[in-house]
């Protein structure tokens, strides 16, 4: 698979046609390290370990389904993303993949930023410590309490997403005698080789302020006349899940065109650049994901390269990696509960959770692995199909892969990289209750959002 391919694919029936998914691996107890956390592996009985902690002792603790993290993973890679990108650079951490006041402590410590979109979102990272000034503030449509709490905070920039923002985040600052710090998001018209639904640069959708027909440039004077506002840059994010590296080509020229041209009428040069997130992970096997410091020698050269041309001041650089930090630190813990095999097709395993802890797949059509995870199997591979519990035929976890076939009720199988927008996106279908997070490291575990409570569900219920 290229660089380009993406686990969001063009949607399938759900009983895929012969030859579809490849064959099964050659050894169904090996572990690919592309696509698990650092510390996980087996230990000589064969039980998975995370962070040196094995994972029937993290099901009897905290029981399943539960997300466990590892905490060593997540800030060996923080901090690969802030050395690759050095301190004339700034990385975000996008807040939409996971947040807990424990992630803000962690990034804190890492020496990351964090990005946040919405008032919820801000609280977190208030209440976890993370500085003000270290935080963005994102979003098409906040509202103008969030506007006027993150204003209040003093947050490092506000990203405007409309004319309308433009004018609101402007009268909030005036009220409360402020000049706020704004970037302006543009969508510059890059196709991004990614799923309808996480592409974001085309123009008909509902982020930012189109380049084309010169909005762009109008926002940019409107912001400029305004004297509560500081505008300092400006803002381009062409998708999610991408592993081509020619997009961001593409935007990062038509961004520093629009910097010259706010040079040429204005007299200004904007003093930064935030190219966004979006790079991919590896789901499974077949992912090939860029490292962080190829990541930035490449987005480095190519604005450099860009600023050099249009004889401007290179900029400086921000991006903002949520998914590629979190989303292969975690996975997700199952038992298995029903093991259903249909004659000629193949083998429904369900599991505790679904849908509710993981909605990417009936979302997006994303792509997992899967592996047996409370013991090794020499069984033959069985085509298996991971599936929760809910009231929904698109309950679908793993849509195709290979389990042994001497699967059981009461065995426990994990879903690698389930790190990013798992939580974030969970919910309580059918009152199912939220897992919780379980935090790893140096052989011992923490839960750092705990399991929802029957008691948690009745309380928001006012009868």
């Avoid at 399943?64 to 004339?88: H, I, K, N, Q, S």
């Avoid at 998708?239 to 961001?248: K, V």
Wanted: glycine share 10%; net charge negative; with cysteine.
């Amino acid at each position: 698979m290229s660089r380009s391919a993406h686990p969001a694919g063009p949607r399938h029936a759900d009983v895929l046609p012969e030859g579809h998914y490849s064959g099964p691996p050659a050894d169904l107890n090996a572990l690919d390290p592309k696509v698990w956390a650092q510390t996980v592996s087996r230990d000589e009985d064969g039980v998975v370990t995370v962070g040196g902690v094995d994972v029937q002792k993290l099901a009897e603790e905290y029981g399943t389904p539960a997300y466990v993290l590892d905490e060593a993973d997540f800030r060996a890679r923080a901090r690969a993303w802030r050395t690759a990108f050095g301190a004339d650079a700034d990385v975000f951490y996008a807040g939409k993949a996971f947040l807990s006041r424990a992630v803000v402590r962690w990034l804190y410590e890492e020496g990351l930023n964090l990005d946040v979109c919405s008032g919820g979102e801000l609280a977190t990272a208030l209440s976890g410590g993370m500085p003000a000034e270290r935080i963005a503030f994102h979003g098409n449509n906040k509202s103008k309490d969030e506007i006027r709490r993150a204003t209040e905070a003093g947050v490092g920039r506000i990203v405007l997403d409309s004319f309308q923002e433009i004018v609101r985040v402007a009268h909030i600052a005036r009220e409360l005698g402020k000049r706020q710090r704004v970037q302006i998001r543009i969508t510059v018209g890059v196709e991004a080789h990614t799923h309808e639904f996480i592409a974001t640069a085309h123009e008909d959708q509902k982020f930012g302020i189109p380049l084309a027909g010169g909005q762009a440039a109008e926002a940019v004077r409107r912001a400029l006349q305004l004297d509560s506002l500081e505008l300092i840059g400006i803002h381009s994010h062409i998708g999610s899940q991408i592993f081509d590296m020619s997009g961001f080509e593409v935007a990062a020229h038509r961004v520093v065109g629009l910097l010259k041209d706010i040079r040429d009428e204005h007299g200004v040069e904007l003093p930064e650049i935030d190219l966004g997130g979006g790079l991919g992970i590896a789901y499974t096997s077949d992912d090939d994901p860029r490292e962080p410091h190829e990541i930035a020698k490449a987005l480095t050269e190519i604005v450099t390269r860009e600023c050099e041309g249009a004889r401007l001041r290179t900029p400086r650089i921000s991006v903002e990696p949520g998914r590629a930090i979190v989303g292969p630190t975690a996975f997700t813990l199952y038992e298995v509960g029903t093991v259903k095999p249909l004659d000629g097709l193949r083998t429904y395993v369900s599991v505790d959770g679904g849908m509710s802890d993981n909605i990417r797949t009936a979302l997006y059509d994303a792509e997992y692995s899967v592996a047996l995870v409370s013991r090794t199997s020499d069984a033959e591979p069985m085509l298996a199909r991971v599936v929760g519990k809910h009231c929904e035929s698109g309950d679908i976890v793993v849509k195709d892969a290979f389990l042994p076939a001497d699967l059981a009720p009461g065995d426990l199988i994990a879903v690698p990289a389930t790190g990013a927008y798992c939580r974030s996106m969970a919910s309580n279908y059918n009152h199912v209750l939220r897992p919780p997070v379980v935090a790893v490291r140096d052989g011992e575990s923490r839960v750092i959002v705990r399991r929802e409570t029957e008691e948690d569900l009745l309380r928001l219920d006012v009868g």
